[in-house]
Nanobody
């Protein structure tokens, strides 16, 4: 059984917004550091945002100012709110926790120009 399951991907026009969700099976997000990554085609998987057990967050240049990572501990969900999307944001988006390291199967985002 998958530990992490992403959802919320889809097709959106440039300038639009999407919020991705990540559900967990058998683990509590509050006990793990969490992150969102993405992978476009054959490019390396790219880190976007981290949220630590402490609640602190960090963002990479690709995400800073447009994306927000958050956690709802009551629902045991992690989210990635994405605004002002660009065609270059088209990719498969992955939820991740560590340690140990768990990944979801990914959810695809396509941004049309």
């Amino acid at each position: 059984q998958e530990k992490l399951v992403e959802s919320g991907g889809g097709l959106v026009h440039a300038g639009g917004s999407l919020t991705l969700s990540c559900a967990a099976n058998g683990i509590l997000f509050k006990d793990y550091n969490r992150a969102w990554f993405r992978q476009a085609g054959n490019k390396p998987r790219e880190l976007l945002a981290k949220m630590f057990v402490s609640g602190g967050t960090t963002y990479t240049d690709s995400a800073r100012g447009r994306f927000t990572i958050s956690t709802d501990s009551a629902k045991n969900m992690v989210y990635l709110e994405m605004n002002n999307l660009e065609p270059e944001d088209s990719a498969t988006y992955y939820c991740n926790v560590w340690f140990p390291n768990f990944w979801g199967q990914g959810t695809q985002v396509v941004v049309s120009s």
